[in-house]
């Protein structure tokens, strides 16, 4: 895909196809994706160093912009920053000067002013990072860390980094996604991911109260029976009940939604011999997964937080060379016209 495709996703790339912007999976081809996940592997290693650093982004700032509480997603991507060399700053919302009425434009525009290079973005409201990216500072890296209900894509690519890790290849594989699939933003982007790298099935496993509707346009079937749809799977991605997100009765108890749906030895059994177990975090034991399954041979969660340093130092660094690559273009030609 290049930057002249009609599709609003073109926001994210240069002209010449390079990450300016990291803001949903849609959009962006299988290519991409594996360059994605290869870039993440070089990465793994920086971790086992007694010098954790690499350059990268020495002499850039990077400022995380979390309008959502997170402290998982927050702390890697200020590792990964720090990983790469930049200088970082948390900007506290709640004490930010939009909490005393400036708007968030203002606020971005004045960061942008101070020579930030990157806005790392989490925000309740979907197309939030895409409206600062194409409307309030386009110079200015964005990466999304997730979105209202619309994209989780780093913690997509995670999970798809540690499938990749463990199965070799995403052909032929039979993957279900099973919980709250209806407040899930990392659900849509999971499955966004699966489908574009290959993966022969994807299925969601969740009662009808925790689905979207039509559901299965996202590219998935579905199934209400967990012990039908964990036959054969080689992968089971749990997600978290969102309670927080919830409006009304979803759920009769969070004790009948484990009886039906939470993942327990005797429903890991249905599936197959090699399947792993993953979960984004942060896991409600004896809700949505039982702690043997969590703290078993199966499980590859502790997996996915040390591949979430990674991928978000191949996503940062990535989207900053695209953006440097896009302003020595444009230098270049306004000194030629």
Sequence with gaps: ???????????????????RHFLTLDGLDRELLTDILDTADSFIEVGERTIKKVPLLRGRTVVNLFFESSTRTRSTFELAAKRLSADVLNLDISTSATSKGESLSDTLLNLEAMASDMFVVRHSQSGAPHFIAESVTPGVAIINAGDGRHAHPTQAMLDMLTIRQHKGTFDGLKVAIVGDVLHSRVARSQIRALNE??????????????????????????????????????????????KERMEGALLPSEREFYRLYGLSQEKLALAHPKC?????????????????????????????????????????SMAMGGQVAERQKKQSERARA
């Design 1 to 19: 895909m290049t930057a002249n495709d009609p599709s609003p996703h073109h926001l994210q790339l240069t002209r010449d196809g390079q990450l």
């Design 276 to 316: 792993i177990v993953m979960h984004p975090g942060p896991i409600n034991r004896g809700v949505e997964i039982e702690s043997a399954v969590a703290d078993g041979p199966h499980s590859v969660i502790l997996n996915q937080v040390t591949n979430g340093i990674a991928i978000r130092m191949a996503v940062m």
């Design 197 to 242: 790298l290959g993966a022969a099935e994807v299925r969601v496993i969740a009662p009808g109260t925790l689905l979207p509707k039509d559901v299965e346009s996202l590219g998935c079937s579905v199934e209400y029976d967990m012990a039908k749809g964990m036959k054969d799977l080689d992968v089971v991605i749990m997600l978290r009940l969102q």
